[in-house]
Nanobody, 124 residues
Framework: QVQLVESGGGSVQAGGSLKLSCVAS????????MAWHRQAPGKDRELASS??????TTYADSVKGRFTISQHNANTLYLQMNNLETDDTAVYYC???????????????????WGQGTQVTVSS
């Protein structure tokens, strides 16, 4: 079983920065697409960003140009969050799609692995 542990959340002022980290219990980047989701109060969960095993990336329009997803070694995923806005306030979740059916690109699947979530709060 793959376990994902997140860190780096906290409270910041609008315009500030945070860097979230996600450490996997196994070296999975060779076979699993990775993603950061977020869920704001009263809203549906949103796919903020993803990265494939080929290092191609996707970003939601709401974060494009401000957030950067990256990975280091074989088990650590990052989300660099710059120029934060109050609308970025949410619980952020790390997720892994390790299905061979996904071809290395992250997809929403029922058997994906999820972290516990970390709170990001942005104040004006």
């Amino acid at each position: 079983q793959v376990q994902l542990v997140e860190s780096g959340g906290g409270s910041v002022q609008a315009g500030g920065s945070l860097k979230l980290s996600c450490v996997a219990s196994e070296n999975i980047f060779s076979r699993c697409g990775m993603a950061w989701h977020r869920q704001a109060p009263g809203k549906d969960r949103e796919l903020a960003s993803s990265i494939s095993i080929f290092s191609t990336t996707t970003y939601a329009d709401s974060v494009k140009g401000r957030f950067t997803i990256s990975q280091h070694n074989a088990n650590t995923l990052y989300l660099q969050m710059n120029n934060l806005e109050t609308d970025d306030t949410a619980v952020y979740y790390c997720a892994a799609d390790c299905s061979p059916l996904s071809g290395g690109y992250y997809q929403s699947r029922s058997d994906n692995y999820w972290g516990q979530g970390t709170q990001v709060t942005v104040s004006s």
